[in-house]
Structure formats: C-alpha cells, structure tokens
C-alpha cells in the first residue's frame, strides 16, 4: 500500500495524481544525515562516519518530451520550469538545486531528458541535516530514472558535490553528498574522503541515534567555513602536505610549535578527529557504543575549543543531553554554528531522554527544540510504476 509510505511521499504522489490523473512512472527518494563522527574532516582528505536518516526528499516524477523540467515544489508552494540544455544562473532558493544538477550532469556528458513532477521533503531546512544534498540527489536520480542511464551512486554524489560547489556556490566537502547517495540500512558508513572508499559499520542494536536541534539556524556559516577551510590549507602547507590527513598526531606534536597558535588549533582538531573517526567505527564493529559515545564527546570538544565551530545553543544541548538518561555521548553534527547535535543512547531509555532533554533545553534556552530519534536507512532509490501499482493493490 502506497499509504504505508512516509508522509512527504504521499504528499508527492496525491499532488501528482491531481494534476496528471494518474501515477508517476517513477517516486524517487534521497535521505538526509546526520554524522555520527568526523567533523571538517572530509575537505581534508580525511575520515566521516555518517548515516542516511529517516528523513528525505521525494519527487514524483514522469517523463515529457519538451526539453525541460516542470516542477510543483510542494514544501514552498512554487512552481518551476527550468529549460534544460542551456542552463542561466541567477534563480532562486531551491530551484538552483535542481538546475545546478542537471548542470552537472550535462558538463559530465549524460543525456537530458524532460520531466514533470511534484517534490516534497520532511529533512528540515538549514538545520545542518544536509536537506540540499537530499534535494540534488532525489534530482539526480530522477534523472537516471526517467532518462535510463544506470545509477552510479558515488559518481552521482561527486556531480552533486559539483553542484553545490560550481553552481550553488558552496564550498562544500564530499561528506553529505556521498551519504545521502550511499548510505545503508542499520548502518552508518565509514568515508575514506580521499580514496572514496565506503566501509558499512553496524550501528548498536541495543542503542539509538538521536537528533538534537537546537532551533537555532547558523548565521554567517559559509564564510567561518570557508574560513576554518583557509586555515586548513596554510597548516597542511606549512607541514608540505597535501592535505592534514597526512599530518600524523606525533609530527603535529613535534612540528606544530612554528605554527601560529589558531592554526595549530584547527590542525590539531582535524589531526584528532581523523584519529577518533577510526576508532569509532572500529569501537562499532566490536559492538561497544560506549567506546563510541566516549570518542564523540571528545570529538564536541575539539570541535568546541579548537575548531571554534559550536555556539551556545549547541553547548547547552550537548551538556544536557549527557546528564539525560541512557546517553552515552553527544556532540555537535554537521557545519556548525547552529542546528543539530547528535547524542548516542541506549534504546530502553529513548523516550526518557527525549523527554527529559527537551524539558530541561526548553527550560534553560527559552526555545522549543526538536528532537528525534532516528534510523540508519539506505541512499537515494527509486520505485517505478510497476512498483507503486504492486503497493497499491
Ligand atoms: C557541511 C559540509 C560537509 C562537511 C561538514 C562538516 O555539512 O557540507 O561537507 O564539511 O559541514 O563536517
């Protein structure tokens, strides 16, 4: 049954049946994240170890023969018709997502083919839980899906990445972009930023992942990033490195003292947490979420005091959710300034903690938070006709 979709899928589908009086050929999906560990890490040819989450893009989608893609954006109430072949910058809000993928994909040499459809998402926008990345992934794959060509999943997350980055304009890492398309049921995955090598590590059965937003949005995020990206850069230049991720944590503490002191603070964060990533993913696979929880809070504190990417908002979550029941560690998640944390708790204690964190932030920040707990799921995929008819029957 189709209703046993999640919400924004049935949104999409009910849209697109009011409007074409009739099923999509295809309803793609592409999740959001939450990263478990490895923070300012990716851009630094390091480790992530993030998971696919719950929440997601939808679009349903059928194939036109006019040259461009006609979209209802449920979520903001617009509509859109972007020609495709030869692509304008200067649009607005979401609609550069979706132009700026058909864009890449184009420069990479794949064949166009129109679409109509309807797109909604419950991922939060600007909440750091990677809403664009679903947006451009969902995108890309209605594209392979209506177009036929086959669905190269890492090669879609670097033409995503490639949007965000030469389109949209964010400088951002190959972190969001590579979960959102790979991501793994009951999994979070280990990402060799520099290889691209993805290593599927069971999350605990007896734990959960819980999302933290703080219901602060981030303010000036793109230039502290591009700033803190900056002084990556000089501190891998200064030791004659491509990146830090070849900075060992014994040269940093031997040759760091010629740096200057913010410098070698941001290096020593990313030197570090490459160093926690590992071992959290190594703590996963012999099952000790304590381990994990350990390495995570340590990570909000690098994050914290040496990156200098926290804010109060996320400080006071963090803290309370460790004094909350069943929690075995907690930290910031995503970019920063704002938005998510991300707490690990064991599962017979989820409803307590939710409780007891949301009393005690509301209490404390004068703001209502939301809060989740979450599931590990797999990346971006699609149904086709046949499938839904199946569903519906
Ligand atoms: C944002 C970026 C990612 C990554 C994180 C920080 O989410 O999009 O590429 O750099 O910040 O870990």
Redesign the pocket.
Known sequence: MTAALPAPAQRVLADFRARHGTLPEVLVRAPGRV?LI??????NDGF?LPLAIDRAVWIAAAPILAPEIAVHALDQGEEATLPLGHFAKGGHGWTEYLRGSAWALQEAGYPLAGWTGSVAGDVPLGA?L?SS?ALELATLRAFAAVGGFPWDAPRMAGLA?RA?NAWVG?N?????QMISATGQAGHAVLIDCRTLALAAVPLPADHVVVVLDTATRRGLVDSA?NERRAQCEAAAAHFKVDALRDVSPARLAHEAEALEPVTRRRARHVVSENQRTVAAAEALRRGDARAVGRLMDLSHESLRDDFAVSSEALDLMVRLARHAPGCVGARMT???FGGCAVALVEAAQAEAFVDEVARAYAAAAGRTPALYVTTARAGASVLTRTELEALDA
């Open positions: 990263n490895g923070e300012h890490t990716d851009y992530v750091g990677s990345a990445q965000e964010v951002c890492g190959i972190m969001d990033y995503g970019a920063g």
